[in-house]
């Protein structure tokens, strides 16, 4: 990714022949900010990542960290897309090969594989963690890296080159604590608790319920721990002595399954709800099964894999056959699903007779009612906005696949645009 431009050089005839004869054999330039371009052999503008004969996405995914299970979920299923892609003709006359990087959930490692892999590839399909993704903001709006994080903060809206993939963490909170109000009898003058991570994650959900409570006359006590922290007896305590008649979390499984185990240990015996990231399905052979099977509930942007949405019942299909043995987790859906749209963008984008990077940006940003049959429609138009304001409530159930059924069908949340616009006024 570290570039250097053509010095003009008054001598060195032979090495800067040679590197226009280089230049010239590859048809673009090994600058990773997608402005130096050329043409293939079908007129087709072409750019860092792109031949004749191929397209290059990337993945810079943890394979070897705390999210290894979801890493590996996720690249299978968007390896089964290249491959299904591909035996239909790839995309654009070219075939799709995905490049997999694995951080390990390392920021400087993630920061240092970006770079050896940006010249490369044409777009990143799956970037995991929002700390990663943080600190990889500059370097992808640079290049026009058109990146679809495995991460749902809203800080990361805005970025004309990233786009979040469905609600964000604080408009699924809004979706929380409306649920628990209508379903489970919390009422004003009502207390909740919010276990939350340190960082963009656990600050922004926090943001939506705290919102979402001061409007329904309830009142957050909100308990803040880090990602190392899985024993969550001192929160239990502080919220049962709080009187928290729910608790919210915003963490991940080994943090859901404590909370669920311990409070139900200890008579706490409340509703809790937890945002996506919170749940995986090996929590069902844990022993706190019973309390998480009795107790929680998952708001999300992405229906359940046990869903019977025909798109998603073909997906989970074709994977178990693909790779069977594997579990089909939320991993698989999100990461499908984003590779289906980023294969939409480069249809789109070589119909308007360009794969050039920043090209393939503008061909995502005028999806307005993008479609997979994978669960909301998404509209990809406005980089201030989440693409999807609709939120599904699922419950685990050890039976299903993933481990999660539907309780809701995928809506909107009382107040959602009350609260987006007080975001940005």
Known sequence: MNTTHRRHRTSGIVAATALALLLAATGCSSKADGKNTGSGADGVKTGPGVTDKTIRLGALTDLTGPYATLGKSIVQAQKMWADETNAKGGVCGRQVEIVVKDHGYDVQKAVTTYADIAPDVVALPQVIGSPVVAALLDDIERDHMLTFPQAWAASLLGKDSVQVLGTTYDVDMLAAVDYLTRTKGLAKGDTIGHVYFEGDYGANALEGSTWAAEKAGMKVVAQKIKATDTDLSAQVSALRKAKVKAILISAGPAQTASLAGVAASRGLRVP??????????????????A?????????????????????????????????PGSPVDSGVLSGYNAAQLIGADLKKACAAGSLAREDVVAAHRAQKN?????????????????????????????????????????HSAPGVEEYLNSRTS
């Open 272 to 289: 809790i709800v937890s945002n996506a990231p919170g749940f995986a399905p090996q929590l069902m052979k844990t022993p706190a099964a």
């Open 291 to 323: 309390a998480l099977e009795g107790m929680l509930s998952v708001v999300s942007a992405a229906p359940a894999v046990s869903s019977d949405l025909p798109g998603v019942r073909r997906m989970v299909s074709a994977y178990e056959k693909k790779f």
């Open 370 to 410: 993008a479609d997979t049959g994978l669960g909301s429609p998404l509209d990809f138009s406005d980089v201030s906005r989440p693409a999807s304001l609709e939120t599904y409530v699922l419950k685990p159930d050890p039976k299903a696949a993933g481990a999660l059924v539907k309780v809701e069908d995928a």
